[in-house]
């Protein structure tokens, strides 16, 4: 037990270095990135878009000054995108440069067995690294230093590839059928974020912490806003928050996240807005709110929204 | 299953303390599903983390054992209740021993509290705090959490009670009354009272541990008997669960369907394409072109009967109807009694209530005509038809005697992939009365009974299973 003190303490750590590169982090976070570091397991992020699942594997590299190594997935993604690929075309080529060159290897030996043993011992190259294509979960297994690898928006991927990614992060080792097993050299920091478009398989989230970043609360996303826009001032920034808290309670199709909250605050102040009122509200509101119909809900609605964040903004 | 676990816990140098694996049967009483590797790195995590902060504990926990928004609420409902149970143990322990001191100090002993036990002593005392505690004593030592069904319940609450030394407390009472003073009386009345709330206190205990351990079991008993049971015999609150069990059915479907979908033959070179490509570099062949076999997208339209004879369904169809709305991509629904609609758009914008409400307000419970709807549909919707259609009818086909326009449906049969009639009613019941059943089956690729969840899963699959 007398250890614990120090391990809640790097629980801190992280909290701290990731305000350092303006990511402000909250206890579930910190614990995940910990508890990942010290089990060496992936961290499967759920959350709906723009609430810092990308930011956060973004964040860890800078701090930790590893490289990210980003993977993108989409409905078709193979292996050949994902992994390795064969430089087919070179290949190619060493073969034809083979065929000039046989003559001049088997040239001295006189019979048809002679020129087959010298053949055998000629280096067998063409399935050979020389000709492999690394690709994003390749070249984050052959990170010298380690790195952060991110494998972004799983659940557009095919349920194939979920499988497919197994090996690599229960073991951190992929097998290539013509070389072999390629192992870490240092195992990555893998995080994998997910929209929840479909469900995952159950043995990709059992290998998985799994995390899941909702919207944050009042606090925090003052916090995070203020350390991403910091010339805001304290007032437009209580109101800005106060309003896109109450707008998410609203029934919308998509309710405004992190990120576009983000953005609106850099355009009010674009704007040089000091207070936030009703025109304002109505002139910008496209920037929170991307669906026709949801800026029709809302609009009705604006007055009395701003009239409580500025009242919010009194009282605090 | 258990004895491994701990064996493989205990083999991996990580010993799970006993709180810890508690919790994990706990938790998977409430239906977390929790694998062998799961366990092994809980306690390894909890190792590291401690159990001194008890938010820390509760989210590394969380982090590796509940896997979806559903789970994670889940999981901090079992956390508070169980490690609340836990502490209250210990606290309670600690004021026992206080409050022992002060009534051995302050307080009159009688003839009879003097030479009786401990449990004695707690039911004169009225001392909560004692009795708390040797009911939780006597549930560890009896294994009150092998407890799984609530037929059990009685036993073990007997088992607790005997436990707790009240066979013994009983006898003396009846001694006591045997040889009774007026001064003594008094005292048996309260503790006979105190007694049968005492039995009361640790029924309730037994319950509440029911449910903490039992969960799985009687869950799973549950589900299975809803998945088997006619859907027009449910209540209301079973139809909530339904709701669930409907959505997780659709979801599943259409994971095995996009699966089916996305199976391509790789592997084989298309020579004639090949070729092609290559002849700017004279033949050589740089770049390969691999045959592929392409499965289409599902069509499918689903046409509902919400009318009068079938209400008992409807609601069920429409739900069933909403979830394959929400899993498949090219769906066209349509609903009719008398007359027919189409309801794709309703389905897509609202929520499940309130659709099926909507629906229902709009179009359900009038007379049927199946003949009547399949014109309408015939005029408005037939031309949308496709080679690659699926069309699913829902519906007893009970018109109320009016003309069903076979014609009509022979030639949507025509048009379309395969036609499917769903009927809710039993073979037996077919072509009786005013059922035209046995006119529409000859068109239809198939003809099934289908009331039960069970039914209308293995009917959706086979058709998915048909249209890739």
């Known amino acids: 037990m007398s250890n614990t003190q120090n391990h809640i303490q790097s629980i801190q750590d992280i909290e701290n270095g990731l305000a350092n590169t303006g990511y402000i982090s909250n206890t579930q976070i910190s614990t995940a990135v910990f508890i990942a570091q010290q089990l060496q397991k992936p961290i499967l992020v759920e959350g709906p878009a723009g609430v810092g699942k990308t930011e956060l594997a973004k964040s860890l590299s800078t701090w930790l000054h590893k490289p990210l190594i980003r993977m993108q997935c989409y409905e078709g993604l193979d292996e050949s995108k994902a992994l390795y690929e064969w430089k087919y075309g070179k290949q190619l080529l060493y073969t034809q440069i083979l ?63 979920e499988a497919f990614l197994l090996e690599i992060l229960s073991d951190y080792q992929v097998s290539v059928p013509e070389i072999g097993k390629i192992s870490a050299i240092v195992p990555p920091l893998v995080l994998l974020t997910s929209n929840s478009t479909r469900d995952l398989g159950d043995a990709l989230k059992r290998r998985c912490l799994h995390l899941h970043i909702g919207f944050p609360d009042e606090r925090l996303e003052e916090k995070i806003i203020n350390s991403r826009v910091p010339d805001i001032n304290k007032k437009l920034l209580k109101q800005i928050v106060s309003f896109v808290q109450q707008l998410r309670s609203l029934d919308l199709k998509k309710v405004p996240s992190v990120s576009e909250t983000i953005d609106w605050a850099k355009v009010l102040i674009l704007f040089h807005t000091s207070i936030l009122d009703t025109d304002t509200v109505n002139e910008t509101l496209n920037v929170l709110l991307k669906f026709e119909s949801d800026i029709e809900t809302a609009r009705k609605q604006i007055h009395t929204l701003t009239q ?4 919010a903004s009194e009282i605090s | 299953m258990q004895h491994q676990e701990k064996k493989v816990i205990f083999e991996n140098g990580h010993l799970a303390s006993k709180p810890l694996r508690q919790f994990l049967q706990v938790a998977r009483g409430a239906g977390l599903r929790i694998s062998a590797a799961e366990s092994i790195d809980a306690a390894r995590s909890v190792s590291i983390v401690g159990w001194n902060n008890k938010a820390i504990t509760k ?20 956390f508070e209740l169980y490690f609340k149970s836990q502490e209250f143990l210990k606290s309670t322990t600690n004021e026992h021993k206080e409050e022992l001191d002060k009534t051995s100090n302050n307080f009159n002993h009688s003839d009879f509290s003097q030479h009786s036990n401990e449990l004695t002593e707690a039911l004169l005392h009225d001392d909560q705090a004692t009795l708390a505690n040797l009911i939780a ?35 003396k009472i009846s001694a006591q009354l045997e040889a009774q003073s007026i001064n003594e009386l008094s005292d048996i009345d309260v503790l006979s009272e105190r007694i049968h709330t005492l039995r009361n206190s640790v029924r309730d205990y037994v319950e509440r541990q029911l449910l903490l351990f039992g969960r799985a079991q009687s869950e799973q008993f549950r589900e299975e008997l809803l998945k088997s049971s006619r859907i027009s015999n449910l209540n209301a609150q079973d139809l909530i669960r339904m709701r669930q069990l409907v959505r997780q059915m659709a979801k599943k479907l259409a994971g095995r369907y996009a699966k089916m979908r996305k199976k391509r033959l790789r592997g084989q070179l298309d020579v004639r394409r090949t070729m092609r490509r290559n002849m700017a570099w004279g033949g050589i062949p740089f770049v390969t072109h691999w045959k592929q076999k392409r499965i289409e997208k599902p069509k499918v339209m689903v046409i509902c009967d919400v009318s009068g004879s079938v209400a008992a369904m409807s609601g069920f169809l429409l739900m069933f109807l909403y979830a394959l709305n929400e899993v498949l991509s090219d769906i066209r629904s349509f609903a009719f009694s008398g007359t027919m609609i189409e309801v794709s758009d309703i389905l897509e914008s609202e929520s499940v209530e309130k659709a099926i409400e909507k629906i229902l307000e709009i179009i359900g419970f009038q007379s049927s005509n199946y003949g009547s709807s399949f014109t309408d549909f015939d005029e408005n919707w ?25 014609e009509i449906l022979k030639n949507i049969a ?27 089956a000859p068109y239809c690729k198939q003809v099934t009974v289908c009331n039960t969840l069970r039914h209308l899963e293995n009917a959706i699959s086979e058709i998915m299973a048909h249209s890739a």
């Open chain 1, 99 to 161: 065929k000039d060159k046989i003559g001049s290897v088997i040239s001295d030996s006189d019979s048809l067995n002679g020129a087959l043993e010298k053949l055998h011992n000629f280096g067998d190259i063409f399935f050979s690294r020389n000709f492999l294509e690394p690709r994003p979960l390749l070249q984050a297994l052959e990170q010298p230093e380690g790195c952060i690898l991110l494998i972004d928006e799983i659940d557009k991927s095919d349920q194939e590839f």
């Open chain 1, 308 to 311: 409580q964040s500025q009242r």
């Open chain 2, 59 to 78: 989210t590394t926990l969380s982090l590796l054992l509940a896997k979806s928004p559903e789970e994670k609420s889940q999981f901090d409902h079992i």
């Open chain 2, 137 to 171: 004593q006597a549930a560890n030592d009896i294994e009150l959490e092998n407890i799984r069904l609530f037929t059990q319940k009685n036993l073990y609450t007997r088992r607790i009670l005997e436990r707790m030394g009240m066979r013994a407390l009983e006898m």
């Open chain 2, 382 to 406: 037939i031309r949308f038809l496709s080679p690659k259609t699926t069309v699913i009818v829902l519906g007893d086909a009970r018109g109320n005697n009016t003309d069903p326009k076979v």
């Open chain 2, 414 to 440: 025509t048009r379309s992939k395969q036609l499917i009639w769903l009927n809710p009613e039993y073979e037996s019941s077919w072509g009786t009365g005013d059922s035209d059943m046995y006119r529409y």
